[in-house]
């Protein structure tokens, strides 16, 4: 079955550095666009990053350009978000996706914490 697996969350003072790894398995992940959102409570989820299948382009939320950066090893069906500069808002439940015409699968995210 279809399965994605976040890891990598925790707790982390602000300008501090994450590494989120979503390691993806039931499905041909080189053929899914994967993105990361996330979510805070009351709020709608929201793109954080995305990349096409292959790694051919990738796209960013404006709060996060110039500091988080998505990357993919579809040797390892493994996508990636390296967050640096985190900043308070930055603070919510990360989400992983993949995406591929009608097929549409989420993962069960992992928490995000920027406090000092």
């Known amino acids: 079955q279809v399965q994605l697996v976040e890891s990598g969350g925790g707790l982390v003072q602000p300008g501090g550095t994450l590494r989120l790894s979503c390691a993806a398995s039931?499905?041909?992940?080189?053929?899914?666009?994967m993105s990361w959102y996330r979510q805070v409570p009351g709020k709608e989820r929201e793109l954080v990053a995305t990349m096409t299948s292959f790694g051919g382009s990738e796209n960013y939320a404006d709060s996060v350009k110039g500091r988080f950066a998505i990357s993919r090893d579809n040797a390892k069906n493994t996508v990636y978000l390296q967050m640096n500069s985190l900043k308070p808002e930055d603070t919510a439940v990360y989400y992983c996706n993949a995406k591929r015409y009608y097929a549409n699968y989420w993962g069960q995210g992992t928490q995000v914490t920027v406090s000092s």
């Open positions: 039931g499905f041909t992940f080189s053929r899914y666009a």
